[in-house]
């Protein structure tokens, strides 16, 4: 079956922009988690997602959001875009989010100039 | 706090050479508790997991994995590495989401 799919896989934007990443899961998977990776900070947790509400969430600015749709497909918004979050953004759906693990998208790479 | 640690940031061993890199947790339970490898530019990819039972997981690539609750750690090891074994390796668990330690970068040597 399909994996995890992301769009766009690369991008670059301007300090002050908006964007508007998109994961679409694998089918059947009711759970999408977002994660931002960065050389210094690592993997962090921005939110999680489950049959279209927020089920979790990281400690992030207000900037960041999401959103899930009733197709389970998820959509993260970075508003007013700084030079920091420049990052690769992953997606990771699963079954339940609990005990049954994540599959990974490979990601989009968000650069801010 | 809750947290995962992974106290090699890097570590370099030779092809066939034997392999294990460590992963220590801090929780009030047992969590569910992940390997993940990562090539450049590239997701994650799960290599095993462990939820509960056998304390020795077996995983994909010839990886395996035991838990010791004792030590609270989940070191993943492998017998004879290869070179295309080299990427970034992170242990992972749910502890309520899914926390990642800061990984480790596996370098292998012809």
């Known amino acids: 079956k399909a994996g995890v799919t992301q769009t766009p896989r690369y991008l670059i934007k301007t300090r002050g922009q908006q964007v508007t990443l998109s994961c679409s899961p694998i089918s059947g998977h009711r759970s999408v988690s977002w994660y931002q990776q960065t050389p210094g900070q690592g993997l962090q947790f921005l939110f999680e997602?489950?049959?279209?509400?927020?089920?979790n969430k990281g400690n992030f600015p207000g900037r960041f959001s999401g959103r899930q749709f009733s197709n389970s497909r998820s959509e993260m918004n970075v508003s007013t875009l700084e030079l920091g979050d420049s990052a690769l953004y992953l997606c990771?759906?699963?079954?339940?989010?609990?005990?049954?693990?994540?599959?990974f998208g490979s990601g989009t790479r968000l650069t801010v100039v | 706090a809750q947290s995962v640690t992974q106290p090699d940031i890097h570590i370099t061993v030779s092809e066939g050479a034997s392999l294990e890199l460590r992963c220590n947790y801090s929780y009030g339970a047992t969590p569910y508790l992940f390997w993940y490898v990562q090539s450049p530019g590239q997701g994650l990819q799960l290599l095993l997991k462990y939820f509960s039972g056998d304390t020795l997981v077996q995983g994909i690539k010839g990886f395996e994995a035991e838990f010791k609750r004792s030590q609270s750690s989940f070191n993943l090891r492998k017998p004879s590495v290869h070179w295309s074994d080299a990427a970034e390796y992170f242990c992972a668990a749910i502890m309520y989401k899914l926390i990642f330690g800061t990984g480790t970068r596996l370098q292998v040597f012809p």
């Open positions: 990771a759906s699963s079954q339940t989010g609990d005990y049954s693990g994540y599959t």
């Open positions: 997602y489950f049959s279209e509400t927020q089920r």
